[in-house]
């Protein structure tokens, strides 16, 4: 199992949209419609902002979108606020019972 | 309102065991899949295993033959072993409940505060 792939950083200004990428493979993302994202402020713990590719959980403001294609899935933050900047985690169901997370994006709002 | 809370010692001697345990408050541990994750100092997540309500469990390959997990349904608590550890396993150890109850599907809902186990002698 390798981490998805997800960009560095990225960042936007306020009020505009931003888009998060996460590549695995055939293995996991592509195989399977369970990914899951999260965003994580400095010293907490995550919080679970969309799961099974494109479902929010109750209380996740709607400018939070998921989506995917092929090996890649996306999350796509919209009307971009101050409090968006943090770390924002992929994470892809891999079979067998397993799970893997990318690497973490940092966004930051500028 | 469910709510997760790990304990265990924050300094392990290196290839000695890691110890840690999660209380779950405010719910039953039943029909759910419970979670452990880490995260070393400034670096990313990685899913460690889970273990659910009939003590099945799955653990990350990469650590399975160090890893155990147990459940204690009358504490409404579940517990992580990590044995032989190096430098390479401090991390913050967050427990999580999986999301939705009764599956995997590699989702977390809820987390704990998340736990700092430094491995030093």
């Known amino acids: 199992q390798s981490a998805l792939t997800q960009p560095a950083s990225v960042s936007g200004s306020p009020g505009q949209s931003i888009t998060i990428s996460c590549t695995g493979t055939?293995?996991?993302?592509?195989?399977?419609?369970?990914v899951s994202w999260y965003q994580q402020h400095p010293g907490k713990a995550p919080k679970l902002m969309i799961y099974e590719v494109s479902k929010r959980p109750s209380g996740v403001s709607n400018r939070f979108s998921g989506s995917k294609s092929g090996n890649t899935a996306s999350l796509t933050i919209s009307g971009l606020q101050a409090e968006d900047e943090a770390h924002y985690y992929c994470c892809s169901y891999a079979g067998s019972n397993t799970c893997v997370f990318g690497g973490g994006t940092k966004l930051t709002v500028l | 309102q469910v709510q997760l809370q790990e304990s265990g010692p924050g300094l392990v001697k290196p290839s000695e065991t890691l110890s840690l345990t999660c209380t779950v408050s405010g719910g039953s541990i039943s029909t759910y899949y419970w979670i452990w994750i880490r995260q070393p100092p400034g670096k990313g997540l990685e899913w460690i295993g889970y273990i659910y309500n009939n003590g099945g469990t799955s653990y990350s390959p990469s650590l399975k033959s160090r890893i155990t997990m147990s459940l204690d349904t009358s504490k409404n608590q579940f517990s992580l072993k990590l044995n032989s550890v190096t430098a390479a396993d401090t991390a913050v150890y967050y427990c999580a409940r999986a999301h939705p109850q009764n599956t995997f599907r590699g989702a977390f809902d809820i987390w704990g505060q998340g736990t700092m186990v430094t491995v030093s002698s």
């Open positions: 055939s293995s996991d993302v592509g195989n399977y419609n369970l």
